[in-house]
């Protein structure tokens, strides 16, 4: 680039970056001040000992099959698609999006599903068509 010094693109590069882990920190900051509270009443209770660092892990175990298991396998029941799809939306959409993103990847996948269920297929025109759970 003409007429642009190194340290000026450094600067610029920094930005960049810093804008970047500024989108992505909020989800470790949540998750930091959600573990909080837990992890300040386990140390009152017991101090530093075994179990604080047992509260600790099963308080990480717990929000692990919450997260990964739990919430995806009821969501699908909900709004009729498989858990995959729902975690495979939630990265697509939040890698896109970031937290507006995750917070309407759901409801997105299940717009794409229906237009994909109700679009038309080549020969099927004169079959009658399967109409799904409403």
Do not use: C
Not at 62 to 77: A, K, M
Not at 104 to 118: D, E, G, N
Request: charged residues 10%; negative net charge.
């Amino acid at each position: 680039m003409v007429g642009v010094s190194g340290v000026g693109l450094q600067g610029l590069q920094g930005r960049e970056h810093l804008l970047h882990v500024s989108r992505h920190l909020h989800l470790y900051v949540g998750a930091a001040v959600v573990t909080l509270p837990v992890a300040m009443v386990a140390y009152f209770q017991w101090g530093l000992g075994n179990e604080f660092t047992y509260v600790l892990v099963a308080y990480a175990i717990i929000q692990f099959l919450d997260g990964n298991v739990l919430v995806p396998l009821l969501f699908s029941e909900v709004v009729n698609l498989h858990p995959v799809a729902i975690i495979a939306a939630v990265i697509l959409f939040g890698g896109l999006w970031g937290l507006w993103g995750v917070f309407f990847a759901i409801p997105l996948a299940t717009l794409i599903q229906a237009v994909i269920r109700s679009w038309p297929r080549y020969g099927d025109e004169d079959r009658p068509r399967e109409e799904g759970p409403v």
